[in-house]
């Protein structure tokens, strides 16, 4: 399986250089945004990606869960962090978002491998 999160990052690489070749001024506006909301601030920064992997689970986004995940880690989260974050989501989200926890923890395992 973490072969599988793996190659979802490889691809979302060449994505978003294809993306950005293609979209350049939507990519670049939404840089902009989230290097300035995804900083420290009155929220530090692990917490904010935390807020994202729940916002992310409950909209069931799979690439934003992958994405958050791993940025939560270099943030300094801890696994334990990033599972009570996804049990919140699971709260507001329902079932829906229940279905999403398999994502999360395949992630978390292989980016801890």
Do not use: W
């Not at 979802?8 to 945004?33: A, C, H, W």
């Amino acid at each position: 399986m973490s072969c599988q999160v793996h190659q979802f990052f490889d691809d979302y690489k060449k994505s978003y250089t294809k993306m950005r070749n293609l979209v350049p001024e939507t990519i670049e506006g939404f840089s902009q945004l989230y290097s300035k909301v995804m900083k420290e601030g009155s929220i530090g920064l692990a917490q904010k990606e935390l807020i994202a992997v729940g916002i992310s689970i409950a909209e069931k986004c799979e690439p934003c869960i992958r994405l958050h995940i791993k940025t939560a880690f270099k943030a300094g989260c801890t696994k334990e962090q990033i599972l009570e974050a996804a049990s919140v989501a699971v709260v507001m989200g329902g079932g829906p978002a229940l279905t999403q926890l398999p994502i999360v923890i395949e992630t978390i395992e292989a980016l801890q491998d």
